[in-house]
């Protein structure tokens, strides 16, 4: 009962942390300089436009409601939350560590931070989809589709992380034509996305992918091989996510 108390009130301590350093990185900014600023110094294929950014707006909302229902006290002996234990409070910890090694300028670092937060969503996945015939209707909403989105979103923020990280440190492809380079990267996101999508179901994850990839269309749009790679990256999603759905709702299991 104590350690469950204690999980409770770590999970809740890390949300509050975790949004205050968020805001404040843009607020005071830390180190100086805004977040869109300092990614805008280098011109990378695979970060999308900025409005895209705004989904942090939903990874919050959706993270604040998993942390009010895990803090309730009927929800204390949740074998579903009990599982997860430790693991959403971490990832409080990843992010906002990565923030301040990104607001510093610190990229090399930041890249296994960001790594570290990836493979503690990719836990909470795998902990969650055990117990899937469970977590429908609310507690879909509010237990698994917070992670799922937060893990949807991590897995584009790494790609063009890494992307960015070796952009600062001078690496210039062996002078391949960084579009290419962009090209490439944007068909591994899509393959690793592809996979999720077809092994899991995961609609939630899926919109998010698909989100960021026309996002890139966007941004990238006055370069044809890179628009055109993620245009395409994005209706191949997009039409999993709808057969998944499609294919959910005939066998009567629809969970969203």
Same mark, same amino acid.
């Given at each position: 009962?104590?350690?469950?108390?204690?999980?409770?009130?770590?999970?809740?301590?890390?949300?509050?942390?975790?949004?205050?350093? !968020?805001?404040?990185? !843009?607020?005071?900014?830390?180190?100086?300089?805004?977040? !869109?600023?300092?990614?805008?110094?280098?011109?990378?294929?695979?970060?999308?436009?900025?409005?895209?950014?705004?989904?942090?707006?939903?990874?919050?909302?959706?993270?604040?409601?998993?942390?009010?229902?895990?803090?309730?006290?009927?929800?204390?002996?949740?074998?579903?939350?009990?599982?997860?234990?430790?693991?959403?409070?971490?990832?409080?910890?990843? !992010?906002? $560590?990565?923030?301040?090694?990104?607001?510093?300028?610190?990229?090399?670092?930041?890249?296994? &931070?960001?790594?570290? =937060?990836?493979?503690?969503?990719?836990?909470?996945?795998?902990?969650?989809?055990?117990?899937?015939?469970?977590?429908?209707?609310?507690?879909?909403? =509010? &237990?698994?589709?917070?992670?799922?989105?937060?893990?949807?979103?991590?897995?584009? *923020?790494?790609? *063009?992380?890494?992307?960015?990280?070796?952009?600062?440190?001078?690496?210039?492809?062996?002078?391949?034509?960084?579009?290419?380079?962009?090209?490439?990267?944007?068909?591994?996101?899509?393959?690793?996305?592809?996979?999720?999508?077809?092994?899991?179901?995961?609609?939630?994850?899926?919109?998010?992918? $698909?989100?960021?990839?026309?996002?890139?269309?966007?941004?990238?749009?006055?370069?044809?091989?890179?628009?055109?790679?993620? *245009?395409?990256?994005?209706?191949?999603?997009?039409?999993?996510? &709808?057969?998944?759905?499609?294919?959910?709702?005939?066998?009567?299991?629809?969970?969203?």
């Amino acid at each position: 009962m104590r350690s469950d108390t204690a999980r409770q009130a770590l999970t809740i301590l890390s949300f509050i942390g975790t949004f205050a350093v !968020n805001v404040a990185a !843009n607020a005071v900014p830390i180190g100086g300089t805004m977040t !869109n600023v300092i990614s805008d110094q280098f011109h990378v294929y695979v970060i999308p436009a900025g409005y895209v950014f705004a989904i942090w707006g939903l990874i919050y909302t959706l993270l604040g409601a998993y942390t009010v229902w895990q803090g309730l006290r009927r929800n204390r002996e949740d074998p579903v939350l009990r599982e997860l234990g430790w693991l959403p409070a971490l990832t409080g910890l990843f !992010n906002s $560590v990565w923030i301040f090694l990104f607001q510093y300028e610190v990229f090399a670092l930041s890249v296994p &931070v960001i790594v570290g =937060l990836l493979l503690t969503l990719i836990a909470i996945h795998f902990r969650l989809w055990g117990h899937r015939d469970v977590l429908r209707g609310r507690s879909y909403w =509010l &237990v698994r589709a917070p992670w799922a989105v937060y893990l949807g979103w991590i897995t584009v *923020a790494t790609i *063009a992380n890494i992307a960015q990280t070796l952009f600062s440190l001078g690496f210039t492809g062996f002078g391949i034509d960084p579009a290419l380079i962009a090209a490439v990267v944007l068909l591994v996101g899509l393959a690793i996305a592809a996979t999720f999508v077809l092994r899991f179901g995961d609609a939630a994850y899926g919109w998010v992918i $698909v989100w960021a990839y026309a996002g890139i269309v966007v941004k990238e749009s006055a370069t044809q091989l890179v628009a055109g790679v993620a *245009a395409m990256g994005a209706v191949v999603v997009a039409a999993l996510v &709808v057969r998944a759905m499609a294919t959910r709702r005939r066998s009567g299991a629809i969970r969203l």
